[in-house]
């Protein structure tokens, strides 16, 4: 399944538009024929009991619930979990997959000719490989890593927990799996839709009690499957700069929007190597900036440009806000400066505004919430108990060799974004009936399900030449995803 959701793209990236084609196919708001696919597979593997019980909802995410209605538990009364892994992958880049591993590996067919691997390169440019006699395990290709494996663990898991619902696999408990879209564009875009659209006057059995994102956990230094807690927010701030355009030969009669955004962006890179304006915290680490997208306009090459666009790609620790973050860039003195000069900048968050495949649009600041869920909550020690459990007993790796599965479960958080970020909703917002046993937590202005990740790939490999996975974290995915709701459910 994870190899077949992989290729699927393959299909339609080089067929012309008039006859089905889609060069984007598998990307933000291009996952349909991907998700279609896994749709039918859930149905035909039994990964739920009705094909009635998977479907898409109206902002394009496919979901599918399992319970077990006979357990005599009322519903408002079980514990609510939902699984959460995205559908699409960032561009394969998939010429400069042949060219650089040497037309070895395709990257959405994989491994087609072992005989021209590069070992090599993929060793120079992976985070994280096991040894040379343990890659029959590896399967190749863009999302392996990020993150079509925790969507496939999803799906086997929720086939394993209807099987053994006789077994008390399910009691007390209702399964919501998720395969979200366009989170690679517009991280949380799913979730922002379920806690906007959905959960506002949902009866209990549709809100979480927890929330388990499947993106990888895996470190190239620390080990493979962390259960991880937590995650630094994310935002984009857009910088517009507007000049004066005029011939090239007499760069005096214009204003060159590109020069003095130089010194902008010269003077933010200096800043934050300094670390002006911004905080750390001990568990999620620093805030970042860092210069993430242009355009220019500009008649030609040979004229002073009009306009130059810019983004930072603003990372948020603990205590550091998105008005803040702004404000930071509106002080910088190159900016005073451009101004000085008779530039306009203006300085904004931008809003995402593209429609997923089903025409929705959410139109949402791209802003995206941090969180964490303390150590101590139910939620992370059943998670604890789960690996102790399923894991544990089958793996033999220690701290410090690598991405190697650790038998003692690793309790951290990411570095980079997930799904988690839409979840968050303002602690006074009163749409959402959560009651006290649902346990969500409360951090600052804002709340959220206790959430945390369990997911095949690391991390250092994912949006690379080579990505790859190790099967092996899948099957020990699998196996968490179905032991914990019982585990969770019976705390």
């Not at 304006?277 to 306009?297: K, V």
């Not at 306009?307 to 005073?336: C, I, M, N």
Request: net charge negative; with cysteine; charged share 25%.
């Amino acid at each position: 399944m994870l190899r077949e959701v992989i290729r699927i793209p393959a299909d339609y990236v080089d067929k012309p538009a008039d006859a089905g084609g889609d060069a984007q196919c598998g990307l933000s708001n291009h996952e349909f024929p991907r998700i279609e696919y896994l749709r039918k597979k859930i149905i035909e593997i039994k990964a739920v009991r009705k094909p009635e019980d998977v479907s898409f909802d109206d902002f394009g995410n496919l979901v599918w619930v399992v319970e077990d209605a006979g357990d005599g538990i009322p519903p408002e009364q079980k514990k609510v979990v939902y699984l959460d892994g995205h559908s699409d992958t960032v561009k394969a880049l998939r010429p400069q997959w042949l060219d650089k591993i040497g037309g070895g590996v395709d990257a959405y067919n994989g491994l087609v000719d072992p005989a021209k691997l590069d070992k090599t390169f993929l060793k120079k440019e992976l985070g994280w490989l096991p040894p040379d006699s343990e890659w029959e395990h590896l399967l190749f290709g863009r999302g392996s890593a990020d993150q079509l494996g925790g969507v496939i663990a999803e799906a086997v898991a929720t086939k394993i927990l209807l099987e053994l619902a006789s077994e008390g696999a399910l009691k007390g408990v209702i399964v919501r799996a998720y395969a979200t879209v366009a989170e690679e564009d517009n991280d949380g875009g799913g979730p922002m839709f379920i806690t906007s659209k959905v959960l506002p006057g949902a009866k209990a059995e549709l809100i979480p009690d927890v929330v388990i994102l499947t993106e990888g956990t895996g470190c190239s230094k620390k080990g493979a499957l962390g259960i991880y807690r937590g995650q630094r927010g994310r935002m984009q701030i857009e910088v517009t700069v507007t000049g004066r355009s005029c011939h090239g030969s007499m760069p005096w009669e214009g204003l060159n929007p590109l020069e003095y955004s130089g010194a902008i962006l010269k003077e933010a890179a200096e800043k934050y190597e300094q670390r002006i304006g911004f905080l750390d915290n001990a568990f999620l680490g620093h805030g970042t900036r860092t210069a993430s997208w242009a355009r220019l306009d500009t008649p030609s090459d040979c004229a002073v440009p009009d306009r130059f666009v810019f983004r930072f790609d603003r990372r948020l620790t603990v205590g550091e806000t998105p008005e803040k973050s702004v404000q930071d860039v509106e002080d910088l003195a190159a900016v005073s400066a451009a101004r000085a000069a008779g530039l306009k900048v203006d300085i904004n968050i931008p809003i995402y505004d593209q429609p997923t495949w089903k025409g929705f649009v959410l139109n949402n600041p791209q802003v995206y919430l941090g969180w964490v869920t303390p150590e101590e909550h139910p939620a992370i020690q059943a998670a604890v108990n789960t690996y102790k459990s399923v894991i544990s007993p089958h793996v033999k790796g220690q701290r410090g060799e690598g991405g190697t599965i650790q038998a003692e479960p690793r309790v951290e958080r990411w570095i980079f974004s997930t799904d988690g970020v839409g979840f968050p909703v303002p602690k006074d917002d009163s749409s959402i009936p959560v009651s006290a046993t649902k346990e969500w937590v409360v951090s600052g202005a804002y709340k959220h399900p206790a959430m945390f990740g369990l997911g095949p790939g690391i991390e250092q490999n994912t949006h690379k030449i080579g990505e790859c996975v190790d099967l092996r974290e899948l099957q020990h995915s699998i196996a968490f995803l179905a032991r914990f709701p019982s585990v969770f459910a019976a705390r």
